[in-house]
């Protein structure tokens, strides 16, 4: 079993730093992608959970000492300057939690205001003071990742304790109790690669406890079949029920 917490604290230790009140995080890259129909985007490095299926895990996601240290302001002007000449209307932080040191994305935020900020996490970190920061954006769009349909299948995929599914679930009670609008403000995405139907109804119903809306948008995720999230499912012990190959179609691990 793995403690988020001590990941989390690893992260702070090795891939945060505060210099004069600036909150500072390490990148690996940056890059215009094809999601959401065109996004400008910064993988950031460090995460709190070590997801079976996660495609970042060579390059960021589990990494606590590679990449660039960058500002707030640093980050903005790189993502702006790639939004500009792509002429999208998008920007995120992927490759990592970039709720970890919140301070930081919200001010990465804050500075790209004229643009969507799609802010993907894994839900694990937003209490109640948090969900009230985000919600005051009105730039930010929250899609809390729900990693599997159930706490067993979560404590599966994370090798994490079953009860932070919970978190997943109250992050979005938050965001929504903050007033954020759901489905349009805030949604759930959800990795069924692992479920089972019966377990997508599970979740299902558990979203519906929190917003009756939720299960009408979400944004179902599936394994994709990258070499090296092969080696990763295999090193776990992992094998998806539902997985795409890297173009997208339908595949099958072997
Ligand atoms: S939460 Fe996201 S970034 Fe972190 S390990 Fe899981 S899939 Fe990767």
Redesign the pocket.
């Known amino acids: 079993m793995i403690d988020p917490e001590m990941l989390l604290a690893l992260v702070m230790q090795r891939a945060v730093r505060v210099d004069r009140g600036i909150v500072y995080r390490r990148y690996a890259r940056f890059r215009a992608d094809r999601w959401y129909g065109g996004i400008a985007t910064a993988d950031v490095v460090g995460?709190?959970?070590?997801?079976g299926?996660?495609w970042?895990?060579r390059s960021t996601?589990?990494q606590l000492a590679r990449g660039e240290w960058l500002s707030p302001g640093d980050v903005a002007e790189r993502l702006g300057r790639i939004a500009r000449s792509r002429g999208f209307g998008q920007v995120r932080i992927s490759?990592?939690?970039p709720l970890i040191a919140a301070q930081h994305a919200l001010r990465v935020a804050d500075l790209l205001g004229k643009y969507t900020f799609i802010l993907e996490t894994?839900g694990t970190l937003v209490d109640s003071k948090l969900a009230r920061e985000l919600s005051s954006r009105p730039n930010i769009v929250v899609r809390v990742?729900i990693?599997g349909a159930t706490p067993e299948e979560f404590e599966r995929i994370?090798l994490s304790p079953r009860q932070y599914f919970y978190r997943q679930l109250d992050a979005l009670r938050h965001l929504i109790e903050s007033g954020m609008k759901p489905c349009a403000d805030v949604y759930p995405a959800a990795m069924l690669g692992f479920s089972t139907d019966k377990s997508a109804r599970e979740l299902k119903r558990a979203l519906e406890a929190v917003d009756p809306r939720l299960p009408e948008c979400i944004d179902v995720e599936y394994v994709i079949l990258y070499p090296h999230v092969v080696r990763l499912l295999r090193a776990r012990g992992l094998r998806p029920t539902r997985a795409v190959s890297p173009g997208g179609v339908p595949a099958f691990m072997v």
Not at 47 to 51: A, F, I, M, S, V
């Open positions: 995460c709190n959970l070590r997801c299926m996660c970042a895990w996601s589990y490759g990592g939690e894994n990742s990693k994370t």
